[in-house]
């Protein structure tokens, strides 16, 4: 711990030489300012440390650091060695797994069924907690809902039992569920081989069974050792082989399968570790917290979109998860989690035991841990052992000091250095935490004033002293009083205003002062500090400034009159006219100058022999009436006549032309033209913009076709039909509709079996001639790769963007309503991913887990309903015969010969493994037989209403 105190004198000289731009004067007043400070300061004194009982000249007693040890101006950071083990968590930690996703943190763990007094393995894998084994039930075997593998009871021990589709749900224990398709295909994402003993996950090939349609007492059970089938909540299965390979499958009504539960996570440690997300599994999956992101993300339109937020459900509140060595739990959002939060034990035997946790260090104290605090990190613990130590902490550059009582380290006080403040000690100066202290007459310690840091304290010695603060561009006086420092007054400074000092200026500060006739010091005014006071030997004087012009009397300084500047109006300036800060005035009536109008002002005094006369101001003509006034329209042009036929006239910036005995406005074409009167009549012109016109007696008239050739009429089309007529260099012909520009059938050649195939050009548009022998207007890609004909496959550029060619029935946007079977059409992004969309046929494909159909004379890829995307399989649509689709992880097949008349898919038949492997079951071999997995099995006909299809059925 080092602290110091410093006698008055060394800390004064110390702050002088510090500061020297921020004070007027540090014991030596008014060097660098206006104000003078009294002699008979007593000299401060000039030892380094002053005796305790002498006082320098602030009344100040220097203190001691009984160290002796200087001030330092840095400071390390100090950090207290505090030994803390490092606190795990064997049961959430797991083991470091190789994923396809990358390496993930696979937990194992047990979970105790108590509705059927069985404990199960467990294991986290991502987002999921699964029971790692097949499932058991206390039921009786042998029901029609569950049993045992070949009903022998040692299978259900080894390998759990086998349950019925419709029977599967409630069977899980308390907040586990029956797995969704897609949850099992997430472990499909992990791993190729699912009997990956590291992943443990360990699928129990239990194999399946089977009861018969109409004979429930019938049996055939499959593939032990082999496969394990497992259901799932939605109508199917997910079959593992012992070679770790899985698919999914469509459940049988009277199957029975293996059943495995899983429980829902809302932690991941990245990104890649999410579970699917489409639109089977938008509904199902909440928000997801990504500890590498430190977000929740949440499915939507197929992708995972990040929150800005990284809250959790009730549900999930305590749950527990590790991200590298740091443990997570959700307490309202996920956040590190505390050694209280973790669970940790703290009791008596281990109370004072210092744990460390994500980067944290607790203490176990009163049977509850809490996180050491900052001071108890730089400084240690504050026991039993130190109660009454002090100790410091560095801050930016200064030391923070800090005491150790029964509650524990609290801000040191001045007291605890140095004793109550008290009558011996008054004025006394101390330094503490870096600031200054001084000892009041009211017996408390407080810290110095800004004001006492720049110029010391005001004491008994000093009274009547001014000393002055430079604040930036300005020094700002202060006076010692018995109530201590207060700002600086003039009458401090130059004593009271009397006579004597009248019109007399001092500076004080920053700012002048002038001493008034009523014997008060007021601010010079801005006026005054251009002009000077207003004295008497300047009454009478005319100044002027870039605001005004001032005339000086007894009363000061004010606005000059136009009688101040040209003196009074006297018979000798009868009729005169002067101008006056732009104002004119004229001397009428003596002795007062009369304000005139500016119109008078330029133009003169009205007289009687310059009646009738116009002149102009501005720009817009005045006649002298009996006054200047504005002259009328008609007085200013006068009368219209065949003599000045053609003329022009300006009147208040509009121009006017005579025409026809009338003064007519111009127009903006009159402007430029010329006015149109009847020396132009009949002529014709072009303006700058090439524009015609005609002058007629109304004026110049817009060139049209009506004007030239007359109007567009029933009787001008039966006389000129569809007769072309040329005005200047645009053609023009009489349509329905009025004077158009032909049309490109009247101007091509005629689109004859010769011309068929080729190009004409007409303003600047192509025209290609097709075999129906008219016409057609080529637009977009075509102008550079030529007409989509024949259902091209190339991809071609055009401005940058691909086009490819697919299949449109019709198309009524072209001229004449052509039919065009095939067109170009700009590239999609769903092109990019699956192939362009040509529409010659049907083709499906799967993306992102979803399907997607291109099919005859569609417009792109689509992904929706069954119906929607693949209508119904008959003889409608045999261009579908052949084609295999895929919905939902299904396959279907379309054949005549299968006949598959189903409600739900309408002629399309459902693929299952024995079709994959034999082919599936035809008309055309009604009742043959093979043998599949052991089973023999007849090609049959099902009559299960409303579906009447062929399948492969067990043979009896």
């Not at 524990?408 to 011996?424: L, T």
């Not at 700002?476 to 019109?503: H, I, M, N, Q």
């Not at 089973?935 to 059925?953: A, F, I």
């Amino acid at each position: 711990m080092n602290f110091q105190y410093f006698s008055f004198k060394r800390l004064l000289y110390a702050f002088c030489v510090a500061v020297p731009f921020f004070m007027a004067a540090c014991g030596d007043s008014g060097s660098d300012s206006d104000f003078e400070e009294p002699s008979d300061i007593d000299e401060i004194c000039d030892d380094d440390f002053c005796d305790s009982e002498s006082s320098d000249s602030d009344g100040k007693s220097a203190g001691k650091n009984s160290s002796g040890a200087e001030s330092s101006s840095s400071f390390q950071k100090k950090e207290a060695d505090i030994s803390a083990s490092s606190y795990k968590d064997s049961a959430l930690v797991g083991e470091e797994y190789k994923s396809d996703l990358g390496m993930m943190n696979i937990v194992n763990g047990t979970i105790y069924d108590s509705t059927y007094n069985h404990e199960y393995k467990t294991v986290r894998i991502g987002p999921y907690e699964w029971i790692a084994e097949n499932l058991l039930d206390a039921t009786t075997a042998f029901e029609n809902y569950d049993m045992c593998y070949d009903n022998d009871r040692n299978n259900c021990k080894t390998d759990g039992r086998l349950f019925r589709d419709y029977t599967k749900n409630d069977m899980c224990p308390t907040g586990f569920v029956v797995p969704s398709s897609a949850d099992y295909r997430y472990l499909l994402r992990v791993t190729s081989d699912l009997t990956d003993a590291g992943l443990g996950f360990n699928p129990q090939m239990a194999g399946f069974c089977r009861r018969g349609t109409f004979d429930m007492d019938s049996l055939g059970c499959s593939d032990k050792g082999k496969r394990t089938y497992l259901l799932t909540n939605n109508d199917s299965m997910f079959v593992v082989g012992k070679n770790g390979k899985a698919r999914m499958m469509e459940s049988e009504f009277y199957g029975f399968y293996s059943l495995r539960c899983v429980r829902k996570l809302s932690f991941v440690e990245n990104e890649k570790q999410l579970p699917i997300c489409n639109s089977e599994t938008e509904d199902d999956l909440g928000d997801i917290f990504v500890a590498s992101a430190s977000k929740n993300y949440f499915c939507e339109g197929g992708i995972w979109v990040k929150r800005n937020d990284s809250d959790c459900s009730w549900g999930d509140r305590g749950e527990l998860h590790y991200y590298g060595d740091s443990l997570y739990v959700c307490n309202g959002s996920w956040t590190l989690a505390t050694m209280n939060e973790a669970g940790a034990a703290c009791a008596d035997e281990n109370d004072g035991d210092v744990r460390e946790l994500n980067g944290k260090k607790f203490i176990c104290n009163d049977s509850s841990w809490r996180e050491l605090n900052a001071v108890e990190k730089s400084i240690g613990l504050c026991t039993a052992k130190n109660i009454g130590a002090i100790d410091t902490i560095p801050a930016n550059d200064s030391l923070e000091y800090y005491y150790c009582d029964s509650t524990g380290w609290r801000f040191a006080k001045i007291v605890d250095y140095v004793g109550d403040c008290d009558e011996s000690k008054y004025y006394d100066v101390m330094e503490f935490h870096d600031r200054m202290y001084t000892c009041r007459t009211d017996s408390t310690w407080e810290k110095f004033t800004t004001l006492e840091n720049s110029i010391g304290l005001c004491t008994p010695k000093k009274l009547g002293v001014i000393d002055t603060v430079k604040k930036g561009e300005s020094i700002d006086p202060y006076f010692c009083d018995s109530t201590g420092w207060r700002v600086a007054t003039l009458v401090d400074y130059a004593g009271k205003c009397e006579e004597s000092k009248f019109y007399k200026t001092i500076d004080f500060g920053t700012v002048t002062y002038v001493c008034r006739t009523d014997s008060t010091w007021s601010k010079m005014s801005s006026l005054e500090e251009r002009l000077g006071v207003c004295a008497p030997k300047k009454f009478n004087d005319i100044d002027t400034t870039d605001t005004g012009i001032y005339a000086c009397d007894s009363s000061g300084w004010h606005t000059a009159s136009v009688g101040d500047y040209y003196g009074k109006c006297t018979e000798l300036k009868i009729n005169t006219i002067v101008d006056f800060k732009g104002t004119g005035y004229a001397c009428i009536e003596p002795p007062t100058w009369t304000q005139i109008d500016n119109v008078t002002k330029k133009l003169g005094f009205c007289t009687k022999d310059i009646q009738g006369i116009i002149k102009d101001y501005d720009g817009t003509p005045y006649i002298c009436d009996s006054k200047w006034r504005t002259a009328t329209q008609a007085e200013f042009l006068a009368e219209c006549t065949e003599e000045n036929e053609g003329s022009t006239k300006k009147f208040i910036n509009t121009s006017y032309g005579c025409r026809n005995l009338k003064w007519i406005k111009f127009k903006a074409v009159d402007d430029s033209l010329g006015f149109c009167s009847k020396k132009l009549l009949n002529e014709i012109k072009s303006t700058v913009k090439k524009t015609s016109y005609k002058c007629l007696d109304t004026g110049w008239t817009k060139y049209t076709p009506e004007v030239a050739f007359g109007k567009c009429n029933d009787d001008f089309r039966r006389e000129h039909g569809q007769e072309i007529f040329k005005l200047g260099d645009e053609e023009y012909v009489c349509w329905i509709t009025g004077w158009r520009t032909p049309q490109a059938t009247l101007k091509l050649e005629e689109c004859t079996a010769a011309k068929v195939g080729t190009f004409e050009e007409y303003l600047g548009d192509t025209y290609y001639c097709s075999p129906k022998k008219n016409w057609i207007e080529v637009v977009g890609p075509e102008l550079e790769h030529g007409l989509c004909e024949g259902g091209k496959t190339d991809i071609v550029t055009y401005n940058g963007k691909k086009y490819g060619c697919y299949r449109e029935d019709y198309d009524y946007n072209r001229i004449y309503y052509n039919v065009v079977e095939f067109k170009w059409r700009e590239e999609t992004e769903m092109d990019k991913q699956l192939g362009f969309c040509h529409g010659f046929g049907m083709t499906w494909k799967k993306y992102n887990g979803l399907d997607y159909v291109c099919d005859l004379g569609q417009i792109g890829w689509k992904n929706s309903t069954f119906w929607a995307m693949y209508t119904a399989c008959d003889n409608r649509y045999t261009y579908k015969y052949g084609v295999t689709v895929g919905f939902k992880d299904s396959l279907f097949y379309c054949d005549e010969l299968v006949e598959p008349i189903t409600s739900e898919y309408v002629g399309w038949h459902i693929i299952t493994p024995i079709d994959e492997e034999k082919g599936p079951c035809r008309k055309d071999i009604f009742e043959e037989t093979i043998l599949f997995n052991s089973q023999e099995y007849k090609c049959g006909k099902t009559y299960d209403w409303p579906d009447s299809v062929y399948r492969w059925l067990p043979v009896e």
